[in-house]
């Protein structure tokens, strides 16, 4: 809608609710989960979002600082999500620039600064959803901002977490953080 300047029809809008990819037993591929939660950002209409996402019981997210947006408006959404698989990509940086330690931790800074709004957002699920029991995070890269928060979240009085799994998780500080938190 906003990309053409005009309103969702009623008839696309019951295709996004029949739409429900997780009739695929569970299972969706990354792709058509971004595309589904794109044109339901795009629609900007709260009772859609609703609607198409509050059959998901499980979603698997491949965070990067461009769908982070995507994820944390939509999951809010998700009432009887109860299962989170999540990676979160490390910043990449131009291969044919050479860049010292320092630069390098400029960058994941100025990324976790632009992700902060967003994961916050995403964050929050894990207080205020009741049914989400089992969060994992697995193959991600996390700087100390959005560890410091997620710490926050999982450690609060309302998170309902029963089983939190930690692999692979950089950098060495982040795994520590996040076990301490528990």
Known sequence: ???????????????????????????????????????????????????VMAPFKEISLHLNAVDIMLFSICLKHCRNLQKMPLQAAKAKLPENVTVSESDAEVERSQDDQHMLPF????????????????????????????VRILCEQIASDTCRLQRVMFKNISPADAYRNLCLAL
Not at 120 to 144: Q, R
Request: proline fraction near 1%; hydrophobic fraction near 35%.
């Open 1 to 51: 809608e906003a990309t053409f300047g005009c309103r969702m029809s009623p008839d696309i809008k019951q295709e996004l609710l029949r739409c429900d990819i997780s009739c695929k037993g569970g299972h969706s591929t990354v792709t058509d989960l971004q595309e589904l939660l794109g044109c339901l950002y795009e629609s900007q209409e709260e009772e859609l979002v609703k609607g």
């Open 119 to 146: 994961w916050t957002d995403l964050c929050s699920i894990f207080g205020s959803n009741k049914d989400l029991i089992i969060l994992e995070i697995n193959n991600s890269f996390l700087g100390a901002t959005l």
